[in-house]
């Protein structure tokens, strides 16, 4: 069965901080690594990652995974208030099932 | 483009009565997904649909939970009858074909039972 754990469950830093989630999975055959952010609704698409060590970079955003220790992160720099919402990564396997990590909640504090 | 829609946006029923959610995919997309999720937790797959066959309901609670993409098109999810430990967010979601990489999510459904 696949599986993916997110770390920390919960983050707060201040404004400014770089922050770094983590998402380590387990899967039988591996399609894709999405990383979604959940505000009040609905989870919006930050990134999608299929090869090992090419960062996908977004503004201050960037995830890079690693395939063969079966990780990814995803790092915020110089987080605002806006960043605040629960980061969801998400396992796509070849028959397009999906599993989710539980999220990681992170608050920024001005 | 427009996105996924789903409603109603948010309802409050008793225990034991019935609920139902719909929801229209992007145009031209085949795969349909339903979604569970419970404050604090990540989204639980409940039902896959490919145009209108069930790809996957291993999670679906059957004896209470039922859906429908009769023409391959929106869907509509059922709860019935209600139980205190459903109230949740039922999102929907689409994406264009079974192998597409990303997957588009509407607002979500908001279901509480008191």
């Known amino acids: 069965e696949d599986k993916v754990v997110q770390s920390p469950l919960s983050l707060v830093v201040h404004e400014g901080d770089t922050v770094t989630l983590n998402c380590s999975y387990e899967?039988?055959?591996?399609?894709?690594l999405l990383w979604y952010k959940q505000e009040k609704k609905a989870p919006t698409f930050l990134f999608m990652l299929?090869?090992?060590?090419i960062e996908k970079k977004s503004g201050r955003l960037s995830s890079i995974l690693d395939k063969k220790e079966l990780f990814s992160i995803l790092n915020i720099t110089a987080t605002q208030t806006g960043d605040s919402a629960v980061y969801l990564c998400?396992?796509?396997?070849?028959?397009?099932?999906?599993?989710f990590g539980g999220g990681t909640r992170l608050m920024v504090k001005p | 483009e427009a996105g996924v829609a789903q409603s109603p946006r948010y309802k409050i029923i008793e225990k034991r009565q019935s609920v139902a959610f719909w929801c229209n995919p992007i145009?031209?997309?085949?795969?349909l997904y339903w979604y569970q999720q419970i404050l604090g937790q990540g989204p639980k797959l409940l039902i896959q649909?490919?145009?209108?066959?069930?790809?996957?309901d291993s999670q679906l609670p059957k004896d209470r939970f039922s859906a429908e993409r009769l023409k391959g098109v929106d869907s509509t999810l059922k709860i019935q009858p209600a139980k205190l430990e459903d109230s949740a967010v039922y999102l929907c979601?689409?994406?264009?074909?079974?192998?597409?990489?990303?997957?588009?999510f509407g607002e979500g459904s908001w279901l509480t039972v008191v």
């Open positions: 998400v396992l796509n396997n070849a028959g397009n099932m999906l599993t």
């Open positions: 979601a689409s994406s264009l074909q079974i192998t597409s990489n990303t997957i588009y």
């Open positions: 649909f490919q145009n209108n066959g069930v790809v996957d």
């Open positions: 299929t090869s090992s060590g």
């Open positions: 145009s031209g997309h085949a795969t």
């Open positions: 899967v039988t055959n591996f399609r894709s």
